[in-house]
Each structure stands twice: as C-alpha cells, then as structure tokens.
C-alpha cells in the first residue's frame, strides 16, 4: 500500500505595508517633538525665573546703595588736607634803575658809556652775588628802552636800546616795576617797547593796572605796581582792585610798591603813609616805595613793613648826585598752611649807588664797616621821624600839583611831575 506523502503548504507571511511603517515613524517623531517643547519651555521658564531673581536681587542692591548715598549726603565727610610744610622765602628789593640817559647829558659820563665800554655784566657786579643768594629780586624800572624820537616835553627824559634789558638779567634781578614819572618818556609807544624788550629779556614787569603773581619756590608772589604822584589818594581804587586781582590768581604772598612821595623829603607825606596802612589792610605782606631820590624811614604796622623811599639804586639820572646812600632791602618770609607768619625777619643791606665816592660810576655797591653804620643810622632816625612831626612834612609840597580825577596812563602831563624843579636829579 503506497504510503501516501503530505507536502507542506507554504505559509504565506503577511506583507508589511510600507505606509504603516512610514506612520510609525511619524508617530515617533511627534512623540520626540513633543519632548523637545516640553523641555524648552521648562528652560524658558527656568531663564524667566531666574532674570526675575537677579533684577530683584539688583533692585535690593540699588536700593540699599541709595540708602547708604542718602546717608553720606547727611553725614558728609570731612577729609582734612595734609599739612603744608613752611617754605621761607627771601626778597630783595631796590629803588630807582634809571638804565640809560638824556640825550641833553655828556655822552662821556653817561651810563651809556659804560655800557658801551664795559656791558651789561659791569653795573651790578658788585651786588649780584647778594641777589643770586635771593629768592626774588625787585627793582624800579625808571626810564625806557626805545628807539622813539618823539620825546615828552619835559625837563628830563630817559632812554637806552632794547639790549640795556640785559643789565638786569646779568644782575639777577627778576622783576621791576614800571608805574613811575619817566616810564612814557618817549611817549606810549616807548613804554609798549619797555615791556617788550623786558619780556624778550625775561624780566617780570608789572605796574599801573597790569599786575603779575610768579612761582617761587612752589609759593605764588603777587606784585602790584602804583604810580600816586598826581592823583595821590585817588589810587585807592586802583590800589584795591589790584590787590584782589593778585588775590584771585593765587598770590600766597604780596608785594605793593608805590612811586609816590616828593624829591629830596626824607619824611613820608600823609599820602604816603595812608596808602602804605591802606595796602596793608587790604592784605600786602610788604609794601616798598621810591621817587624821592633819598632814604626814608621804616614804619612797621600790624607786624608788617613799609619802606618808604629806597632812593635811587643803578642811577643813570645824575653823574654827580650831592647824596648817593642807598640800600637793599631784605625780608625773608614763611609761609605754611595757614599762610605767611608773623616773623618778621629784615635784613637791611647799606650800599653807595656807586663805587666810587667821588662820583657816580653806575655800579651800586655795599657800604664798608663805617659807612654801613653811619647808613644804618640815618635809616633809624629817619623811621624815628614818621607820624612823630619832629620834622617839617612836605604834606603841603606844591612840588606836584594835583590833578584830581586824571589818570596818569591817560594823560602825559601825568608822566611829568618833576618839570618844575630844576634841580630835581641835582642838575650837573
């Protein structure tokens, strides 16, 4: 019997449809889709949260900032300068430079002709080392350096070339004041070529309504220059504006020189010592002055000095003046925080205008033992003499007469108050 064999059928696997898997896909991805906007809006608010965080945390700090500034602005604090340490200055100062002559005078015994045969070094050689030891030297500036023919109508006028500016700087003398009765001898324009040939020598010029404050030794020097001969107490206002202007640049330390009293008076007038009290109450720590041609005394008020007439220095005026005592004065000043102290160290310095006693040879220089006394003591006597009426007061000296309300940078009669007298720089 045959065996009968069964074939296994295939079996038939069902097909997988290419769309199913394609929509299983898509389901995983919207799945994963969906994770990833979860997570990035938990992030975004994380980042939300935590920007609110550091601005509240900011706020806090701001305001506890504004809390602390409100609280410095009502206890302000006090922050205290450091000390200054006191600086001493010493200041020499010297009367009338008249450097240069009349073209009226022997050109032979003429200031010229020594500086045309010795130059510029000769005239203060004798004296030089005495303002190189300084810290400060001032003189009056008597006269003009130009080339100006157009001369005042006057007695006596005064002029030298621009390079006559050397004598100072050879002489180590670093300032000078202008404001005097020869300073337009040769009209404006000689005393706008005075300054210019000061400044190309470097020398400090100050006078009138121009005022300088200059460094020295770290401290501010304020210089003020007044000429008084013809409005005399007229000045005042002048004299007032001039300090505050020196006081508003910085001066720490100032200097009033005054052109001011009558020739030949050994005894200040009461312009005289009402202008020099009036410079010291409105804030000078010296106050010096020339134009007499002759030593006056020395007052000494409120703890400072004036000096009232230095006479002449380096004096192209006059080959052969009947007096030739002069001097430098000397004051050494301190000054620390709270400004100049009240010391008061003068050093008085006795000179001849010349070195040779027989005439004048323009070279100032100290006196020997018995002339230094015998200078000494007339200076003492002299300063005896201010406010005490023992001698005749040239207060009612007509010698100058008094124009009231003219001012003297206007008018070039101002410039010549010495005209009348004859024998105003002993005459030769």
Same mark, same amino acid.
């Given at each position: 019997?045959?065996?009968? /064999?069964?074939?296994?059928?295939? /079996?038939?696997?069902?097909?997988?449809?290419?769309?199913?898997?394609?929509?299983?896909?898509?389901?995983?991805?919207?799945?994963?889709?969906?994770?990833? +906007?979860?997570?990035?809006?938990?992030?975004?608010?994380?980042?939300?949260?935590?920007?609110?965080?550091? +601005?509240?945390?900011?706020?806090?700090?701001?305001?506890? &900032?504004?809390?602390?500034?409100?609280?410095?602005?009502?206890?302000? #604090?006090?922050?205290?300068?450091?000390?200054?340490?006191?600086?001493?200055?010493?200041?020499?100062? /010297?009367?009338?430079?008249?450097?240069?002559?009349?073209?009226?005078?022997?050109?032979?015994?003429?200031?010229?002709?020594?500086?045309?045969?010795?130059?510029?070094?000769?005239?203060?050689?004798?004296?030089?080392?005495?303002?190189?030891?300084?810290?400060?030297?001032?003189?009056?500036? %008597?006269?003009?350096?130009?080339?100006?023919?157009?001369?005042?109508?006057?007695?006596?006028?005064?002029? &030298?070339?621009?390079?006559? &500016?050397?004598?100072?700087?050879?002489?180590?003398?670093?300032?000078? *004041?202008?404001?005097?009765?020869?300073?337009?001898?040769?009209?404006?324009?000689?005393?706008?070529? #005075?300054?210019?040939?000061?400044? #190309?020598?470097?020398?400090?010029?100050?006078?009138?309504?121009?005022?300088?404050?200059?460094?020295?030794?770290?401290?501010?020097?304020?210089?003020?220059?007044?000429?008084?001969? *013809?409005?005399?107490?007229? +000045?005042?206002?002048?004299?007032?504006?001039?300090? $505050?202007? /020196?006081?508003? =640049?910085?001066?720490?330390?100032?200097?009033?020189?005054?052109? @001011?009293?009558?020739?030949?008076? $050994?005894?200040?007038?009461?312009?005289?010592?009402?202008?020099?009290?009036?410079?010291?109450?409105?804030?000078?720590?010296?106050?010096?002055?020339?134009?007499?041609?002759?030593?006056?005394?020395?007052?000494?008020?409120?703890?400072?000095?004036?000096?009232?007439?230095?006479? *002449?220095?380096?004096?192209?005026?006059?080959?052969?003046?009947?007096?030739?005592?002069?001097?430098?004065?000397?004051?050494?000043?301190?000054? =620390?925080?709270?400004?100049?102290?009240?010391?008061?160290?003068?050093?008085?310095?006795?000179?001849?205008?010349?070195?040779?006693?027989?005439?004048?040879?323009?070279?100032?220089?100290?006196?020997? =033992?018995?002339?230094?006394?015998?200078?000494?003591?007339?200076?003492?006597?002299?300063?005896? @003499?201010?406010?005490?009426?023992?001698? $005749?007061?040239? %207060?009612?000296?007509?010698?100058?007469?008094?124009?009231?309300?003219? =001012?003297?940078?206007?008018?070039?009669?101002?410039?010549?108050?010495?005209?009348?007298?004859?024998?105003?720089?002993? $005459?030769?």
């Amino acid at each position: 019997m045959k065996q009968s /064999v069964h074939k296994k059928r295939p /079996v038939h696997k069902k097909p997988v449809h290419k769309k199913s898997k394609i929509l299983k896909k898509s389901q995983y991805y919207r799945q994963q889709q969906l994770r990833y +906007r979860i997570f990035g809006v938990a992030a975004i608010l994380v980042v939300v949260l935590l920007i609110l965080l550091i +601005r509240g945390c900011s706020s806090a700090k701001a305001k506890s &900032a504004s809390s602390d500034q409100v609280q410095a602005e009502e206890k302000p #604090t006090v922050t205290s300068e450091p000390a200054m340490d006191p600086v001493s200055l010493t200041i020499s100062v /010297v009367g009338d430079c008249t450097l240069g002559t009349d073209e009226e005078f022997d050109y032979d015994t003429s200031l010229n002709a020594y500086y045309d045969n010795n130059g510029p070094d000769y005239f203060f050689a004798n004296v030089k080392n005495i303002f190189e030891a300084d810290d400060l030297t001032i003189a009056n500036f %008597e006269g003009t350096l130009t080339e100006s023919e157009d001369r005042e109508d006057k007695q006596f006028a005064f002029k &030298a070339p621009a390079s006559y &500016a050397d004598i100072l700087t050879a002489g180590s003398i670093e300032a000078v *004041n202008t404001a005097n009765n020869h300073s337009h001898d040769y009209g404006d324009q000689s005393f706008n070529d #005075t300054l210019s040939a000061l400044d #190309t020598a470097g020398i400090i010029h100050f006078g009138y309504d121009e005022t300088a404050v200059t460094e020295v030794n770290g401290i501010k020097v304020g210089m003020v220059g007044i000429y008084e001969l *013809n409005d005399h107490l007229g +000045r005042e206002e002048q004299l007032k504006q001039n300090i $505050e202007k /020196v006081k508003k =640049d910085g001066a720490q330390l100032i200097i009033v020189i005054f052109h @001011w009293g009558n020739e030949k008076e $050994e005894v200040p007038d009461s312009n005289q010592t009402t202008l020099g009290h009036l410079a010291i109450d409105l804030g000078a720590d010296l106050v010096c002055g020339h134009h007499p041609h002759v030593l006056q005394g020395i007052e000494e008020y409120k703890g400072k000095n004036i000096v009232y007439s230095l006479g *002449n220095f380096c004096f192209g005026g006059n080959a052969y003046p009947s007096d030739m005592d002069t001097m430098i004065f000397q004051q050494t000043f301190t000054i =620390d925080s709270n400004g100049v102290k009240a010391d008061n160290i003068t050093n008085i310095i006795p000179c001849s205008i010349s070195s040779d006693s027989g005439y004048n040879n323009y070279q100032p220089t100290p006196a020997g =033992d018995e002339e230094a006394d015998r200078i000494l003591q007339k200076i003492q006597e002299r300063s005896s @003499w201010i406010g005490s009426g023992s001698t $005749e007061n040239s %207060e009612g000296d007509d010698t100058y007469e008094d124009s009231e309300g003219t =001012d003297s940078e206007d008018s070039s009669e101002d410039y010549s108050g010495d005209e009348d007298l004859t024998d105003s720089y002993d $005459e030769m």
